[in-house]
């Protein structure tokens, strides 16, 4: 089974299905950045801080928890199902670097960039590919890595490569 990790849907799988994303900061995004002004007015070294920190603190422990169930249960349902996944190699760090640029040179669309980075983040395309790795050990199957050059550019069927060849983001000409 190929899997292609995006961010409008999470993963989708070679026969046209695909997995709806959680995306569970944008979900606490409100109550995170509402938590972390109530800390910012606060007093240092006050009692009160204290509890704004804790409750920062459980608001993205729960983002993280929610984030990591979901990513089990996607990899355990995947590795029941299949014998083999197929991934790209993706680098995320490369993805999610910052556009801002220097001083000299400003980077363009900066914050188009930073909402990219938070969703490619708030995804946990890492986290899952190591889930399903051993996972995959786990129950007998295997998770083959490839290059991700042209392969959203490449037919599965007869692997022809034309950056023309797609009709939309899942299907092939």
């Known amino acids: 089974m190929g899997l292609d990790l995006g961010v409008a849907r999470f993963a ?11 995306n569970p900061l944008r979900a606490a995004e409100k109550a995170l950045a509402r938590a972390q002004r109530k800390y910012a007015r606060t007093q240092k070294g006050s009692h009160r801080r204290e509890k704004a920190r804790l409750r920062i603190a459980k608001l993205q422990a729960s983002i993280a928890d929610a984030r990591r169930d979901f990513l089990h249960k996607t990899s355990t349902e995947l590795c029941k199902k299949h014998a083999g996944i197929i991934l790209e190699d993706l680098r995320i760090r490369n993805m999610s670097a910052s556009a801002k640029g ?17 969703s490619i983040l708030d995804q946990g395309w890492h986290a899952f590919r190591l889930m399903l790795e051993y996972k995959m050990r786990m129950f007998g199957g295997s998770v083959h890595v490839v290059n991700p050059a042209y392969t ?19 299907q092939f000409l």
């Not at 989708?12 to 959680?22: V, W, Y």
């Not at 220097?102 to 938070?118: D, F, M, Q, Y």
């Open 12 to 22: 989708t799988l070679s026969d046209g299905s695909f997995i709806r994303p959680m």
């Open 102 to 118: 220097t001083i000299e040179e400003p980077g363009r669309n900066v914050k188009a960039k930073s909402g990219l980075n938070k």
């Open 152 to 170: 959203s550019q490449t037919c599965g069927n007869c692997g022809c490569v034309d950056a023309e060849s797609r009709k939309s983001q899942s």
